[in-house]
């Protein structure tokens, strides 16, 4: 079964330290997207990649990083973790294709990663 | 910009009754249309997608939807609702060959007994 894996379903950290959320996808996708969900404020985006090394400013990306050097991995840094980052995260993939069709599976999700900054 | 409104932030409905989630975006050109379901403490999974020919779309768990393009909107239904539907429901549009998902705020459904 194809899926998005995120590697911690919860995390709790410290104000001022990095934090690391990692995201790995073994659909070969080239698209990789790293959203922060907070209740009445929906999905929003933080920052995605189409590709190896390359990466794309979503809506907002203060206070965020992102890293990918392998295809099926996308790892999304918090420089200085703070308490207004507590959130939910959700890390999802989807194909780059010609045909509508092979697009239109939309995007995989991962099962999320909620993040508790103290 | 464009954009995707859900109109309802909260529906409460009676198990056995009939739902409509409402879902409307900002243009009509060249969309693909999505819905998608959160269980609590879980990712999005998708429920249906519109990309070409017929206008009403059927999905996961009775769920179906209908384009209407002259309208711009893309409204979620079932018509008898479970416990089990109780979650929160996302719409998401794609504009032409842009990959990107836009997605609506959400709307939670919650089905009493």
């Known amino acids: 079964d194809v899926k998005v894996t995120q590697s911690s379903r919860y995390l709790v950290k410290r104000t001022g330290e990095k934090v690391f959320l990692e995201c790995v996808q073994d659909?070969?996708?080239?698209?990789m997207f790293w959203y922060r969900q907070d209740p009445g404020l929906g999905l929003r985006l933080i920052y995605f990649?189409?590709?190896?090394?390359?990466?794309e400013k979503g809506d907002i990306p203060e206070g965020y990083s992102v890293s990918r050097e392998k295809k099926e991995r996308f790892s999304l840094i918090l420089e200085s973790a703070s308490t207004n980052q507590t959130s939910m995260y959700l890390c999802?993939?989807?194909?780059?294709?010609?045909?509508?069709?092979?697009?239109?599976?939309?995007?995989?999700f991962g099962s999320g990663t909620r993040l508790t900054v103290v | 910009a464009q954009s995707v409104t859900q109109l309802d932030s909260q529906v409460p409905v009676f198990e056995e009754a009939p739902v409509e989630l409402r879902c409307n975006y900002s243009?009509?050109?060249?969309?693909?249309l999505f819905w998608y379901v959160q269980y609590p403490n879980q990712g999005l999974q998708l429920l249906l997608k519109?990309?070409?020919?017929?206008?009403l779309v059927k999905g996961i768990n009775g769920f179906e939807a209908e384009f209407n393009k002259s309208q711009t909107s893309f409204h979620l239904r079932k018509p008898s609702v479970h416990i089990s539907d109780t979650a929160e429901y996302f719409c998401?549009?794609?504009?032409?060959?842009?990959?990107?998902?836009?997605f609506g705020k959400g709307t939670l459904l919650t089905v009493n007994p």
């Open positions: 998401a549009v794609s504009w032409g060959s842009n990959y990107k998902l836009t």
């Open positions: 519109y990309l070409s020919g017929s206008t």
């Open positions: 999802a993939s989807s194909s780059y294709r010609r045909s509508v069709e092979e697009r239109g599976y939309g995007y995989t």
């Open positions: 243009s009509s050109v060249s969309v693909y």
């Open positions: 659909m070969d996708h080239e698209n």
């Open positions: 990649s189409y590709d190896v090394k390359m990466k």
